[in-house]
């Protein structure tokens, strides 16, 4: 089979593995939501935020390293995957077991407190997940990974229903976690084994290359943390569970969105990384203009079609005891669109090999996110916090288009964009009649949300705005007299 067909067949796995997992995440969201209430769910977001930040600490860069790492010719793939793997165990259990003891000083409920340690392990599972995931990324084989997620969401799901007959409350969805997630790696590592068996390795030598590599991105990511997690923690700090738990329902559906991007970013990574390290420049331009211009495609509708259903969304995902997260959503879907437009960019600087130029970038957004935090989260409690996201994620995109312009010269073209913001316009007129039906019941929602897509895209057709060739341009490789091939042994 051609990389071209191996490509768009795993593409097309995984993104029904995706949209399975996701109907199967959100089936979970809304179960969650109902049983535990606005304040419940407020400090079920609590814990998990709180422990978010020590497991991203931990992460020291590791998941985009091991596809870097192993993508380059003639490397040790077994040798580096073993010893990622047994550096990411080592980082996460010393990182994540400061977290009960910090949480102490915080002035949070006792429940708040038990939860952190209760749902500890819930987060080592995922993060030797990555090395995993970055292995499947590399063969083409990311349908693993999504059949395995869906696997983990299925126990996740069983874990809430046993938790509400039980009636177990907070600590019995936070156990429901933690089997979730024991589950998702039993999956990701049995699935694995067709391509190798990941062992513990200890090796200096390789662990200096790997913290050589990672440390640039260890330091953009903790970065990232504080200006894209900080606000839930802020929002705990200085307002109450409720307000928490509608802003932290918004976040949950703004994560599922999010997935689009690093997953199809994560697909394309190594072709941008191959195709630059083989001097392709040409290519390397042309791939990312198509994913681009993919993520525009996406992201515009989602801007417009949040203004018109944002409250029977939230209302019908989480309850109608969130019904006042619908404006919450309509802001934060414009971080949405800066995170699916800026995450091309910021995976192209890592196909650059030029993480350690953002480092500068990523300290400023911090720094100013941080104090804009503090300033607005006290007055304007949730849309506060919202806006802060807004201005970090939009300012993020921007350094990293420039910096990816500035070692490879690459601008885009929006030509693509402006079909799109013009589609999405006649979407929005439509929706302007058809929003009032989607409020009465899911089904009408449902329906709604179909018209409105058929709409769309219907009208970028007829725009000239999507063409078969693509996807295509994306995922083939011309061959080139004396050019460089890809090495298709290992499918």
């Not at 970055?134 to 299925?154: H, I, N, P, Y």
């Not at 990523?362 to 935090?373: D, G, K, M, R």
């Not at 409020?439 to 929602?445: E, K, M, N, T, V």
Request: net charge positive.
């Amino acid at each position: 089979m051609s990389l071209a067909k191996r490509v768009a067949h795993n593409t097309i796995i995984q993104i029904a593995g995706k949209i399975v997992s996701t109907v199967l995440g959100l089936l979970a969201l809304a179960f969650i939501t109902r049983y535990l209430g606005r304040a419940g769910f407020g400090e079920y977001a609590t814990v998990l935020t709180f422990l978010t930040f020590f497991a991203v600490i931990a992460d020291f860069g590791l998941t985009l390293v091991t596809v870097q790492m192993i993508c380059v010719k003639d490397a040790e793939e077994n040798k580096i995957l073993n010893n990622i793997f047994g550096l990411r165990l080592i980082s996460i259990i010393a990182i994540l077991i400061l977290a009960p003891l910090t949480v102490v000083f915080f002035p949070y409920s006792p429940a708040i407190k038990a939860g952190v340690l209760i749902a500890l392990a819930s987060f080592i599972f995922p993060a030797l997940n990555q090395v995993i995931i970055g292995l499947f990324q590399k063969k083409l084989s990311m349908g693993r990974d999504a059949l395995a997620e869906v696997l983990s969401r299925l126990v996740l799901i069983i874990g809430i229903l046993l938790a509400k007959k039980m009636d177990a409350g907070l600590n019995g969805i936070l156990w429901a976690s933690v089997a979730s997630a024991a589950a998702g790696f039993v999956g990701h590592y049995l699935l694995a084994s067709k391509f190798t068996w990941i062992r513990l390795e200890f090796d200096w030598l390789i662990w200096k290359k790997i913290f050589y590599k990672s440390w640039p991105l260890a330091i953009t990511i903790v970065l990232n943390l504080i200006y894209l997690r900080a606000d839930i923690l802020f929002l705990s700090l200085f307002k109450g569970v409720n307000e928490v738990g509608l802003y932290a329902a918004t976040y949950k559906i703004i994560d599922v969105l999010t997935t689009i991007p690093f997953m199809f970013a994560g697909l394309v990574l190594p072709i941008l990384t191959s195709a630059w390290s083989d001097k392709d420049e040409d290519y390397f331009k042309r791939v990312l203009q198509k994913s681009f211009d993919f993520m525009a495609l996406i992201a515009i509708p989602l801007i417009i079609g949040a203004q018109f259903l944002g409250q029977p969304i939230m209302t019908a995902i989480a309850g109608r005891e969130f019904v006042a997260s619908g404006p919450i959503l309509k802001t934060l879907i414009f971080a949405v669109a800066a995170i699916f437009l800026g995450t091309m960019f910021s995976h192209a600087v890592i196909a650059l090999d030029k993480q350690k130029k953002m480092i500068g970038y990523y300290i400023f957004t911090s720094l100013t996110a941080v104090a804009a935090y503090l300033i607005l989260i006290p007055k304007y409690s949730y849309f506060g916090a919202a806006s802060v996201t807004i201005y970090s994620e939009v300012l993020i995109a921007i350094f990293s288009a420039l910096c990816v312009y500035k070692y490879s010269r690459f601008r885009p073209k929006l030509a693509l964009s402006l079909k799109s913001l013009a589609s999405a316009a006649v979407m929005g007129l439509g929706l302007y009649w058809l929003a009032p039906l989607g409020q009465a019941r899911l089904s009408c929602l449902i329906l709604v949300l179909i018209a409105a897509s058929a709409l769309y895209f219907i009208t970028l057709c007829i725009l000239g705005g999507i063409k078969r060739s693509d996807l295509e341009t994306i995922f083939s490789r011309q061959k080139k007299s004396g050019g460089p091939t890809y090495n298709n042994s290992n499918f």
